[in-house]
Structures are given as structure tokens and as C-alpha cells.
């Protein structure tokens, strides 16, 4: 069977300002590390045979439809604005629209240099493509809006690093890859038709029922709060939410130094770059609110009354935290078990979380615990929780089905970190079983699996991994 891949491409349309034409480089000698079979149905893709698909996802072969470019954005990394990004180790093959009715693009990831490489090599090396594969596909399982991967190829190439590592190619798919930092490069270079077009173009995609930019920003407002009160939810850190990695659809993307925490500590950073811990655990709520500000700024320069425009907007960015606190709170509340959330119930929630930190629990496993009986064993000094649970068993009396919910939304399986780099350092010398078995347990995180309940387990002492890296 030859590989098809419906493309319907619409970014282009979007005229020439906005990207470069760009193929992906060829690589030595493509080798597929993993295909999503599912993902591909759903995206109505006929597969080929492995060797002819690790042609296409490695980057030697442009399949029939595909219009391979590299996008245009800018974006504040670590708070200072650079005036000029772009994909500069990606290439968007083009669009398809899913069984489901959704569009989705498909990009290549790692796939050598374009025209905004600076002096990056334009390639990823394994470990990262691997992360980002497993990552993304546990978020999706559990249920938060996400990029996803279709595919992984070994490229036969080295990429230096640290070293030279084995290259790969990733192959993600995204509701699209419209960032804050794509309005961003239009806004700052007084580029007000490519904004306007952009902008209808964004409505149109992702929020057809808005209206006008203050439309959009409301949308996106709601949409990342949910996100980033989901991320908390689950102990997940990003790690970069630079603002070229703040998607508009909402969905989580560029997986880079991202780590689900072991044991809770709010101010928890893994990127070994974040020195100043400005994407910290707790620091996510505010960081989001300071991109969607960004975005309001840049939506702004095409509005024809700016001054109106200023005070909508700022109405807009002020109301977000208590929107996000909102998403947080009847996330949380369902946690512990709590369908309706009441008054006092951020205080029972916040009480527990404090003597979380303290007693060095383990996030996953102590939320998991609550509707069985060993929840006290996480802590370190056990009578810390037990005097906090009597409150809670009281609050609960008047909560039907308290387990039942506890156990949808608390995950049994996380990525953690410790298996996470296992996984990588099987994967360069050729083995992918951890791999498969890593993706097989969290296609299912909130179902219990004893046996593979060692992936509960979180790391020893000296398998806690306490850094990240971007794998640029
Ligand atoms: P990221 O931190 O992955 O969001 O990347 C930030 C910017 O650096 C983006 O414009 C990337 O395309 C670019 N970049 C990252 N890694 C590379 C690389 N290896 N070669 C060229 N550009 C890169
Ligand atoms: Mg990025």
C-alpha cells in the first residue's frame, strides 16, 4: 500500500509574509523508531509498509500534497523579547482534517536547518523525540489538550550535543502551531494587515463562535487557564512557556525540559536553564497571565480605537486569574473528592498541599491514595495527615460517589523522570521495549495495572533526576 496522507493546507493561503518554503533535509538512513496507528486513522492516513514511512517521517521523501514550510513567529523567551524566531529545526508538511471533523497540522520536527536556524543545527537527537513522544501521549491520556506524535525516525545521523548522538525526527501534530509569538512578529513590526489576516484566520480556526480580537483573547484566556489549571492537577511542570511556546488553540506544546514531579514542592524547577526559577511549579498561573498580556499588546495594534481597545483588553488579562483559580479549584476539589466545591474547600485543599511539602509526599501517589487507605504512608510524619483527614472525612459525608471521582481524576501512572531517562538510554543502544511498555501503561493512567506497579514507584535517591534539558 502507498502511504496517503489527505493534506488540505490553508497556512499558505495566509500569503508569504508568514513562513518560507523550506523541504525537509534528507537524512542517511531513516530507521522508524514508532508510528501512532491510531492517531494516523484518526488523521486519515493510510500507512505504507515501515521502511517506505521512515522515507516520509524521517524527512527524505515530500509525500504527495504536502507544502513544506517553515512558520514565523517571535516571542519573549525568559521575559525579553526576540524580535525574530521561527521554526528553525521544524517544517510544517501541511493540514488534514481528521475523521472527527478537526483540522490538525502535521509537522516535522528535527528535520534540518531553515531560514530561521541562526546557528542552531536544525536537528533534535533521540532522547528529546523520545520525551516528547511519550510526554505528549501520556497528556493526551490523561486528558489534557496537547500536540501529539505520529511518529519517530532514527535519522542514522549524528547530532553533537554533549557528544554525538543519534538523530531523530519527530513527527507532531498540532489543532495548529499559531502561537502568542506568531502575533507577536506582526504586531511589533507595524505589519497591521498581516495581524488582521492572522487574526481571522486564528477565529476561524480555533474559535469560529468569537467575535473580533477582544473575542479571541477572551477565548484563549479561557482556554490556557483551563490548560495550565490541568498541568497543576497533575504535578506537571512545562518548563519553557516562553511565549512562542504558548499555543492559541490551547493545546500543550514544545515538550522540551518539561518533568512531571515526584515529591511535592511548589517552587519545583527542572530546566537546567530557568536559573531563576520563572517557570517554577507555582509560578505557572502567573507566567500564563503574563503571556496572555503579551497577546493582548499584540492584538491590540490592529484595533481602530486603541484607547477602547486598551481598557477591554485589560479587563480581559485582569479577570484571568480568577478564572484559573476557578479551573485550579474544582480540579483540585475533585482530587479529594469533591464534586461541587463549597466554601472552605481551597482552604481543606491548600492545608493538605502544605503538609504535602512538608512531609515530602509523593504527588501522584498521596492524590491516587486518598480513595484507598494508605495515603498516610506517603508522608514522612504519617499524624500529619491523619489529623488533616478527619476534616476531610466530614466535608466528604455529603459527597456521593467521592471515590469513584478521586479515582477518574487522580492518575495511577505519571512520566516520571527516573523512567523517562531509562527509556532514553535503552533507546540509543537499539532497545525500545521500555518504550513500548512505557506508552502501553500510560495509554491507561488512571486505571490500576498491578503489574506494572513498579512504574508507580517513584525514584530511589539515586535515580532522582533533578535536571532537564532542552535538547536544542
Ligand atoms: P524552543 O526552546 O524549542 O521553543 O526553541 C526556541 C527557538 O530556537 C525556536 O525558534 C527553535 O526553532 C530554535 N531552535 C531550537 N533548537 C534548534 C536547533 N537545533 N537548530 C536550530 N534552531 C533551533
Ligand atoms: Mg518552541
Known amino acids: 500500500m502507498t502511504l496517503h496522507i489527505p493534506f488540505d493546507n490553508t497556512y499558505t493561503g495566509l500569503g508569504p509574509v508568514f513562513y518560507s518554503k523550506q523541504a525537509p533535509e534528507p537524512v542517511s538512513k531513516p530507521h522508524m523508531l514508532a508510528f501512532n496507528r491510531d492517531l494516523a486513522q484518526l488523521l486519515g492516513i493510510t500507512p505504507s509498509d515501515v521502511p517506505d514511512m521512515a522515507e516520509v517521517f524521517g524527512g527524505n521523501r515530500v509525500p504527495e500534497g504536502a507544502d513544506p514550510l517553515a512558520q514565523l513567529y517571535a516571542g519573549h523567551q525568559f521575559g525579553t523579547f526576540n524580535p525574530q524566531l521561527g521554526d528553525g529545526r521544524a517544517v510544517l508538511l501541511g493540514e488534514v ?45 490523561l486528558g489534557i489538550p496537547t500536540t501529539r506524535a505520529l511518529a519517530a525516525v532514527a535519522t542514522g545521523d549524528p547530532v553533537w550535543r554533549e557528544g554525538a548522538m543519534p538523530g ?21 513590526r507595524g505589519e497591521t494587515e498581516a495581524l488582521r489576516r ?9 474559535y469560529p463562535e468569537v467575535d473580533g480580537p477582544m ?36 493545546e500543550t506544546i514544545d515538550y522540551g525540559p518539561c518533568a512531571f514531579m515526584d515529591v511535592y514542592n511548589p517552587s519545583q524547577v527542572f530546566s537546567s536553564i530557568d536559573r531563576m526559577g520563572r517557570y517554577a511549579y507555582d509560578n505557572q ?14 492584538l491590540i495594534q490592529q484595533m481602530d480605537d486603541p484607547q477602547e481597545a486598551v481598557e477591554e483588553a485589560t479587563e480581559i488579562v485582569h479577570a484571568m486569574p480568577g478564572v484559573i483559580e476557578k479551573e485550579w479549584l474544582s480540579r483540585f476539589a475533585a482530587k479529594i473528592g469533591i464534586a461541587s466545591p463549597q466554601p472552605g474547600d481551597m482552604a481543606l485543599i491548600e492545608d493538605l498541599l502544605e503538609r504535602m511539602a512538608a512531609g515530602q ?4 501517589n ?33 459527597e456521593p460517589d467521592s471515590k469513584a471521582l478521586m479515582r477518574q481524576v487522580n492518575p495511577a501512572f505519571i512520566p516520571r523522570n527516573h523512567r523517562m531517562e531509562e527509556m532514553i538510554a535503552a533507546a540509543v543502544s537499539g532497545g525500545m521495549a521500555p518504550f513500548e511498555r512505557l506508552m502501553q501503561v500510560l495509554a491507561r493512567p488512571y486505571e490500576d495495572q498491578p503489574e506494572h506497579a513498579e512504574l508507580q514507584n517513584p525514584p530511589k535517591p539515586e535515580e532522582v533526576v533533578p535536571a532537564t534539558f532542552c535538547g536544542t
Open 97 to 141: 482534517v481528521g475523521t472527527d471533523g478537526l483540522r490538525r497540522d502535521i509537522q516535522l520536527k528535527g528535520s534540518g536547518r531553515t531560514p530561521y536556524s541562526r546557528r542552531g543545527d536544525g536537528r533534535a537527537w533521540m532522547g528529546p523525540v523520545l520525551r516528547e513522544y511519550v510526554v505528549s501521549e501520556a497528556m493526551h491520556a
Open 168 to 188: 531523530a525526527v519527530l513527527t507532531r501534530v498540532a489543532a495548529s502551531h499559531l502561537r502568542v509569538g506568531t502575533f507577536q512578529i506582526f504586531a511589533a
Open 198 to 206: 492572522l487574526t481571522r484566520y486564528a477565529i476561524e480556526r480555533h
Open 215 to 250: 473575542g479571541l483573547l477572551r477565548a484563549v484566556r479561557d482556554a490556557q487557564a483551563r490548560l495550565v489549571a490541568q498541568w497543576m492537577s497533575v504535578g506537571f511542570i512545562h518548563g519553557v512557556m516562553n511565549t512562542d511556546n504558548c499555543a492559541i488553540s490551547g
Open 285 to 298: 498561573p502567573g507566567i500564563i497571565v503574563w503571556n496572555l498580556a503579551q497577546l493582548a499588546t499584540a
Open 361 to 364: 509526599a509523593d504527588f501522584t
Open 366 to 398: 498521596t492524590f491516587r491514595a486518598l480513595a484507598g487507605e494508605h495515603a498516610r504512608d506517603q508522608f514522612l510524619e504519617p499524624a500529619a495527615f491523619d489529623s488533616w483527614e478527619k476534616g476531610w472525612r466530614q466535608r466528604l459525608e455529603t
